[in-house]
């Protein structure tokens, strides 16, 4: 209506002089019916449904749709009222000029309102926004922007994208500029007032995006990321999708992917036992697992509450594998066959094991009880009742071995490698044993990602045991990976390891760390070096001196091949340590005879070192 007033005092003004065809008693009527063309439209195109202060260009699409048409049937219905009784209803340039006044100023009603919205409330709540900056021009990084403008609450003020390119830093994207990247992002960062930079580019290398996160953090820069548009699930909740920098993020390698087709055919429709199903390891085979569609998965694990959280975990999940839950002891042999007896498992995955190098070296029956019989427990289960694959977790500590926790877990190594070497000559074939070695996992229960995270949020200090200690680091589903993979690949015998990158630096590890919790190291937070433990080394091997390696299918993926005893041999051997061990014989005695067995252990920082067979 008030658009309608706008434009009859147009017309007066320039002078054109309007009337009705109908008389002023049917004026009701054709007010009625120009009304409920245009209420008719805007029913049509749902110009209504739009919450109006997160109004977009598509609700001015809808609006000038709603509004064309209602001025082409009107249009249509004076031609006919003008052949029917000899003159119009309407002026059509009065109809035309309503209608523009009436989208002009129902979009600019809208405008104003989501301005009033995101400027004036914002500000009255005193949000402190982000000064952020978008790193890169593409789609991730457009579609990302509209995201995060129209979020609530919001959390970032956008002040522009970054691009490589420098052509392009005479254009805008949604009303804000480019910037070249051609100087310090640090620099650019400082110079426009922004403490944010948000990685958004499809085509961004990995290297490129390890520099500019560190570049960040040395300069106490905050850094986020996003996926690519493909992974979005739901490109609603694309602002989501934006998360701080994790630790994974700053390995200096390319996550390694694998091929799920094999693995597909090895888990569908199988009983799969896992052991060690609580743990960190565990836990990500156990999820990883169910994705492939096996028949039953048969969890074991000594520790109860962990295990009772995991089971209700997976039952929250939707999965045709049924799920049975064991709190058991490897160690306790009739304890694991009467699991065998009753699931007749298929494939068994093996990650029990005690992992803590100190401990272990202060507890060396443990050592052997969990790591070596509990390892020849399964072992011997597993060709007891045809398992088709036993796949062991193992470790980089397990190569030179330097603490008892490695020793074990090379000696495990050593029996069920032998032992399918031992069946294979012997003609039985249903049962082969696959080992996976990798290094230090990301977030796994007592890692160093985890305690460093705790030393910092209680203020420090960072507690590091020598500055020029390194490790090779992985992602827990990585690891994952590599296990399930190898169960696919493997044809017996094979101790798979994997390139894993380059070594980290503990101490540069500890300092990213610090800086991506916004302190500065060695200002708000101290590091500390405290000495290398018993058993500890500087650095970890993935080889042994001796041992080759061959190729497989998968680039990243190698076997070793490591020069090892007969069976008959190492099963006396580890027959004579548990004997040694359950006989509660000295500490000593115990190390020297897994010395005996993994002739280059040297024990490093230890009490044990004395024993060392030169």
Known sequence: MIASVIS?????????????????????????????????????????????????????????FAQSSTFLVMFFINVYFEQAIGD??????RLLLNIIISFMGLFLYRIVVKQIFEHYLTESKKIKLERALIYGTGFNATALANALRTERPQRFKLLGFVDYDAS?????????????????????????????????????????????IDECLEYGFKVYTVPVVADWSDVKDISKKVKSIQIEDLLERKPI??????????????????????????????????????KRVVLIDQAETPLYHLTLELSKKKSAATIHSFVADIRNKKEIESIFSKYKPDIVFHAAAYKHVPMMEDHPIQAVFTNVMGTRNLADLSVAYKVA??????????????????????????????????????GVKHTKFITTRFGNVLGSNGSVVPLFKQQIANGGPITITHPKII???????EACQLVLEAGAMGSGGEIYIFDMGKPVKIIDLARKMIRMAGLQPDKDIKIEFVGLRPGEKLYEELLNDSSKTL?????????????????????????????????????SDIVMQMKSIVPEFRSMNSSFSTLDIN
């Open 8 to 64: 009859y005092f147009l017309l007066d003004g320039l002078g054109i002089q309007f009337r009705l065809a109908l008389d002023k008693d049917k004026f009701i009527y054709v007010v009625s019916v120009y009304l409920s063309v245009t209420v008719f439209f805007f029913w049509l195109f749902r110009t209504y449904s739009g919450i109006i202060r997160h109004s977009t260009f598509i609700d001015g699409i809808r609006l000038f």
């Open 551 to 587: 190729p497989t299918h998968h680039e990243k993926i190698m076997i070793a091949i490591e020069v090892s005893d007969t069976f008959e041999m190492i099963s006396e051997a580890v027959d004579l340590l548990i004997n040694i061990t359950e006989e509660g014989q000295e500490l």
């Open 88 to 93: 119009k209803l309407f002026l059509n340039t």
């Open 257 to 294: 992917k694998l091929d799920n087709t094999a693995i597909q055919r090895e888990i569908n429709g199988k009983t799969v036992v896992i052991t060690g199903a609580a743990g960190s390891i565990g836990g990500e085979i156990v999820n990883q697992v169910i994705a492939f569609a096996p």
């Open 389 to 426: 694959k036993f796949v062991m977790i193992s470790t980089d500590k397990a190569v030179n071995p330097s603490n008892v926790m490695g020793a074990s877990k090379r000696i495990a190594e050593k029996y069920v490698q032998t032992l399918n070497y031992h069946l294979h000559n012997n």
């Open 471 to 477: 490790r090779y680091f992985m992602t827990i589903p």
């Open 168 to 212: 392009n830093t005479t254009k805008r994207i949604l009303d804000m500029p480019i910037y070249t990247s051609r100087k310090k992002v640090p620099v650019l960062l400082r110079s426009l007032g922004a403490n944010t930079l948000i990685l958004a580019s499809n085509d961004l290398q990995e290297d490129r995006k390890i520099e500019l």
